[in-house]
Antibody, heavy 121, light 108 residues
């Protein structure tokens, strides 16, 4: 079964660092881009950035450039999203998703279950 | 950046109704448009890709159409399990994606 399994919920204080993970299985992890999507409480989906685990080529949304770091360890089929200094406004659900090419249109076909990050003093 | 808008932002409908949701791009995106369904507490699910192609396993009551800047998602006969929020997403810009703000479909 093709799946992405994300790490568990986190509760952090402002200023702390954090790294959450997304582990792929059931397919060739190095052959598909993995994207990250933020969903703030009660709000819509925001695309944050994407990485190609095969060579770690990474792209960011202008809105998130410099705010987060996306990385991957292909040896363990895992992608990461990290913050160096969390803010309360980082409180959200974070999803990873696999990108596939369908009829010349890139789409996110497999999604992780989400990781809830709560930042509060 | 390509901006996406959706209308309406929410709608109330009954089981069996035909429902249409509109998505508009700020510039032409050809057919590089996908639709997702998200139920409360769940991850999004891909419904339609390339504007009109049905993702495997998705019921045929869902259909998509459009090209250029204007797109529609239609549910031909709304079922109880279809009450959810629907998002469009453009993939025209290479590896620079944008989601629409979403349309919530709830029970009348």
């Amino acid at each position: 079964e093709v799946q992405l399994v994300q790490s568990g919920a986190e509760v952090k204080k402002p200023g702390e660092s954090l790294k959450i993970s997304c582990k792929g299985s059931g397919y060739s992890f190095t052959s598909y881009w993995i994207g990250w999507v933020r969903q703030m409480p009660g709000k819509g989906l925001e695309w944050m950035g994407i990485i190609y685990p095969g060579d770690s080529d990474t792209r960011y949304s202008p809105s998130f450039q410099g705010q987060v770091t996306i990385s991957a360890d292909k040896s363990i089929s895992t992608a990461y999203l990290q913050w160096s200094s969390l803010k309360a406004s980082d409180t959200a659900m974070y999803y990873c998703a696999r990108l596939v090419l369908r009829d010349n249109s890139d789409a996110f076909d497999i999604w992780g279950q989400g990781t809830m990050v709560t930042v509060s003093s | 950046d390509i901006q996406m808008t959706q209308s309406p932002s929410s709608l109330s409908a009954s089981v069996g109704d035909r429902v249409t949701i509109t998505c508009r791009a700020s510039q032409s995106i050809s057919s590089y448009l996908n639709w997702y369904q998200q139920k409360p507490g769940k991850a999004p699910k891909l419904l339609i890709y390339a504007a009109s192609s049905l993702q495997s396993g998705v019921p045929s009551r869902f259909s998509g159409s459009g090209s250029g800047t204007d797109f529609t998602l239609t549910i031909s006969s709304l079922q109880p399990e279809d009450f959810a929020t629907y998002y469009c997403q453009q993939s025209y810009s290479t590896l620079l994606f944008t989601f629409g703000p979403g349309t919530k479909v709830d029970i009348k």
